[in-house]
């Protein structure tokens, strides 16, 4: 099993929180949102959650996140496009693999931003743009080889999520060569 750990500090800035839990699969969930997530199994150890007050846990540094992400760790190369900032989680694996020459993220909420960005992996051939994914205006000429969406917070169902896939390659297949999508449950 393989697993990114980011190293964030705990803080809150409006409806968003960085939650720092220590526990297992029995725990740690319930930790931060008051009822255990099941059919997810952690082993015991110290975990990172990006946590909204309206939509639940958005992100966090499991090994389950970890196996959620695979498509992205199989396919990024080139110029990549990401949505959602999240932890910063995939930052790392961005920097250290020789396939990919720039990082373009695309996040829309000021506290997010204001949480990571500062905490998180990054370098020169990264660019944060502060903007919605589903309303933003790539530049005319714009390209990227590869575009990772792990942009959804809705506590919808999994056929509204479906749409949304839809709605974003419909909207983003000019630009992007190849896209793919966080792979939860």
Same mark, same amino acid.
């Given at each position: 099993? $393989?697993?990114?750990?980011?190293?964030?500090?705990?803080?809150?800035? +409006?409806?968003?929180?960085?939650? #720092?839990? !220590? +526990?297992?699969?029995?725990?740690?969930?319930?930790?931060?949102?008051?009822?255990?997530?099941? +059919?997810?199994? @952690?082993?015991? +150890?110290?975990?990172?959650?990006?946590?909204?007050?309206?939509?639940?846990?958005?992100?966090?540094?499991?090994?389950?996140?970890?196996?959620?992400?695979?498509?992205?760790?199989?396919?990024?190369?080139?110029?990549?496009?990401?949505?959602?900032?999240?932890?910063?989680?995939?930052?790392?694996?961005?920097? #250290?693999?020789?396939?990919?020459?720039?990082?373009?993220?695309?996040?829309?909420?000021? @506290?997010? /931003?204001?949480?990571?960005?500062?905490?998180?992996?990054?370098?020169? !051939?990264?660019?944060?743009?502060?903007?919605? /994914?589903? !309303?933003?205006?790539?530049?005319?000429?714009?390209?990227?080889?590869?575009?990772?969406?792990?942009?959804?917070?809705?506590?919808?169902?999994?056929?509204?999520?479906?749409?949304?896939?839809?709605?974003?390659?419909?909207?983003?297949?000019?630009?992007?060569? $190849?896209?793919?999508?966080?792979?939860?449950?």
């Amino acid at each position: 099993m $393989s697993r990114v750990k980011v190293n964030l500090p705990i803080g809150s800035d +409006g409806n968003w929180s960085i939650k #720092n839990v !220590t +526990g297992d699969s029995e725990s740690i969930y319930s930790d931060v949102v008051g009822v255990s997530c099941g +059919g997810k199994t @952690e082993p015991f +150890g110290n975990y990172t959650f990006l946590y909204n007050h309206l939509y639940g846990i958005v992100m966090s540094d499991t090994y389950n996140e970890h196996s959620e992400h695979q498509a992205l760790w199989n396919g990024a190369t080139g110029d990549v496009l990401v949505a959602g900032l999240g932890l910063g989680y995939v930052n790392d694996f961005l920097i #250290n693999n020789p396939n990919v020459t720039s990082v373009t993220i695309v996040e829309k909420n000021q @506290e997010v /931003i204001n949480l990571v960005w500062p905490y998180c992996p990054k370098n020169q !051939t990264f660019t944060l743009i502060t903007d919605d /994914i589903e !309303t933003w205006s790539p530049p005319n000429g714009s390209h990227w080889h590869f575009g990772w969406f792990d942009s959804w917070t809705s506590q919808s169902t999994f056929a509204d999520y479906q749409s949304y896939q839809q709605f974003i390659r419909n909207k983003y297949q000019t630009y992007c060569d $190849s896209i793919e999508f966080w792979a939860g449950e």
